[in-house]
């Protein structure tokens, strides 16, 4: 029959809501095929983290043909850029966070959440092992393992302490709400304390000495909030300890906010001490001890010591154990991070997302990728490409790896060009110059960076990825594969920079955004309030925010130490 011999059926068995397709068009739909008596099992998806990317992708996931599971030892997302805030009180800890079930329940999937902690992933078996978080840990029994299908790891980074003695033991982190929660009680603790009429002068002046390490934005800002903290509240409550109170904050490169603009680095440092923060740069912390903290200037023969009362240490981020141990089983050594490839898949392991802070996207393998795209464009043209040809090849380079596109985008675009400019002749680019200048650029490349905007990014790109999985498997999308045939199902994972703030305290807030445009002052506060109001997970967190804000504006800081 000549339209049996036009039927092509496909059936899939994943979890959309079609299921088989003749010549593209649906043939039964899922109900049906369930209707049918067809058992159709529904894809397991564990998602390991409720950070920025955790959350992020359990918020975009639309498909309601998925099982859920979450894991994570808190069962809460945390708004991570008001966390310096919640240190001073300006901002309460409750108004950061949105409890991860309020988030799945106006879900249309079936999603189960459990507070623990994975510890091990078996990607042979697929399946991750997992013991309840510290709150509710009664003992090893109560182990248990969660099957997958496909497993989303978001478990974020842990602070690195570049193995600095003392650090875990004396110094506070700012990482999580806890760690936000416990510096606000130390900061008035040092002050009560100082206040006590049987403390030394010289011990005084020790408590009321604040450290911060790290000039990155976290150091920057939480150093700001204090200075704003200790000038606008505490000094009208204790004013007797006003001349006590120094801040330091010491970073071992050159500049602080080094990954800015130039303006806002120099503005950023002029500001600091006009304020009488007291920045040293060049200066290395070799060790903390229980009152001092040990510092290396650049060239110096010997530590110097600097007595303190609180150090807060934010020197960047490190791995967690479980995915160093992850790195170690998959044949990922030396690694600081999950590599991943441009989907976010984990290169060698089945139904393995990474994203966020544990994985960055491979770079490695670039030029390898870039010799095949040469391969192919090349084809019998015996080393030169036309400008068209050219053009189209920095398109597909462009297309798989946006970090080529942000950094032609970058200053060093001119350069670029000139290299390019003086190997092309007569409208022909020689090969094997370009790639040379190519290699630059590689070898020049940066990681993506560790930050919110690139994790939510991923988040809601993998979701999108899983909500259309069927269609794309009928139709994909993606640039042609360089080893093998055919298409990818997804285009790659591309971030979009959409400009970064540094607050820097007095009301004044420095910001680059996207096109290297950098506005600096009060006005760029009032930017900032309103870019993370609106970039708050929900309208609850919203209203407490603006709540906290306005309380502060009319009454100033609390200062209760609860
Ligand atoms: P996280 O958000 O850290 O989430 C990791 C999740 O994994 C958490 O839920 C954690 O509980 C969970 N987890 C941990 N261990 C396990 C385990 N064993 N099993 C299961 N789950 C686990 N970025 C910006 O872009 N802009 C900013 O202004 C900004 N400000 C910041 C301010 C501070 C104080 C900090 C600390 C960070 C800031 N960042 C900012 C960076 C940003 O917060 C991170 O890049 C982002 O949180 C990374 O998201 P993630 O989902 O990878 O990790």
Same mark, same amino acid.
């Given at each position: 029959c000549p339209h049996l011999t036009k039927l092509l059926v496909v059936v899939t068995a994943?979890?959309?809501?079609?299921?088989a397709y003749s010549e593209g068009k649906p043939l039964v739909t899922r109900a049906a095929y369930a209707d049918a008596g067809n058992e159709e099992r529904k894809k397991k998806v564990v998602v390991l983290g409720t950070g920025w990317a955790g959350t992020s992708f359990l918020k975009s996931l639309k498909d309601p043909n998925y099982e859920i599971q979450v894991v994570s030892p808190r069962n809460y997302f945390a708004f991570t850029p008001l966390l310096p805030s919640v240190t001073c009180g300006?901002?309460?800890?409750? #108004?950061v966070v949105e409890p991860i079930r309020n988030i799945v329940k106006k879900k249309k999937y079936d999603a189960e959440f459990r507070e623990?902690?994975?510890?091990k992933i078996d990607t042979q078996n697929k399946k991750v092992i997992c013991k309840p978080g510290q709150a509710n840990s009664l003992g090893k029994s109560e182990e248990f393992t969660v099957d997958y299908d496909y497993l989303v790891i978001a478990m974020g980074a842990r602070s690195n302490t570049f193995n600095t003695p003392g650090v875990v033991e004396h110094a506070h982190f700012l990482k999580e709400v806890e760690d936000a929660q416990r510096i606000r009680r130390s900061v008035i603790d040092c002050f009560e304390r100082a206040n006590l009429? #049987?403390?030394s002068e010289e011990e005084r002046k020790r408590i009321l000495h604040f450290v911060i390490v790290g000039g990155g934005p976290t150091g920057v800002e939480f150093a700001a909030e204090l200075h704003d903290f200790v000038n606008k509240d505490l000094t009208r409550l204790y004013p007797a300890l006003k001349k006590y109170v120094r801040i330091t904050l010491l970073e071992a490169g050159d500049h602080i906010l080094n990954m800015f603009d130039k303006r806002i680095t120099e503005f950023a440092e002029e500001k600091f001490q006009r304020d009488g923060i007291n920045l040293k740069t060049g200066s290395m912390v070799v060790k903390v001890s229980d009152k001092e903290i040990f510092t290396k200037a650049r060239g110096a023969a010997s530590p110097e010591a600097t007595p303190y009362g609180m150090v807060v240490w934010s020197t960047g981020i490190g791995t967690r154990p479980v995915i160093m141990d992850f790195m170690k089983q998959i044949g990922q050594?030396?690694?600081?991070v999950l590599a991943t490839d441009e989907w976010l898949r984990v290169e060698g392991c089945d139904g393995v997302y990474a994203l966020g802070d544990c994985a960055t996207i491979n770079q490695r393998r670039v030029m390898e990728d870039i010799d095949d795209i040469f391969g192919k464009a090349d084809k019998n043209k015996g080393g030169h490409l036309s400008a068209a040809d050219f053009n189209e090849v920095i398109n597909d380079i462009c297309e798989r790896y946006p970090q080529v596109e942000i950094y032609l985008k970058r200053k060093q675009l001119k350069n670029f060009i000139q290299l390019l400019k003086t190997s092309a002749e007569d409208d022909e680019l020689d090969i094997e110059k370009f790639k040379k200048a190519l290699s630059e650029v590689d070898s020049q490349m940066k990681n993506l960076p560790a930050t919110a905007q690139v994790a939510a990014q991923q988040g809601a790109y993998l979701a999108d990825c899983f909500n259309r999985m069927e269609i794309c498997e009928r139709d994909p999308e993606g640039p042609m594969r360089f080893r093998g045939s055919g298409r990818h199902r997804f285009h790659p994972f591309r971030y979009k920079h959409l400009g970064q703030f540094a607050p820097l305290g007095g009301e004044q807030t420095a910001a680059q955004l996207p096109g290297d445009w950098v506005s600096i002052g009060y006005s760029t506060q009032w930017l900032w309030y309103s870019v993370y109001v609106s970039k708050l997970v929900s309208w609850r967190t919203r209203m407490l925010v603006i709540g906290d804000w306005s309380r502060r504006f009319i009454f100033g800081r609390d200062s209760s130490r609860i």
């Open positions: 994943s979890g959309g809501g079609l299921i300006s901002v309460e800890a409750r #108004s623990a902690e994975c510890y009429p #049987s403390i050594i030396n690694r600081r």
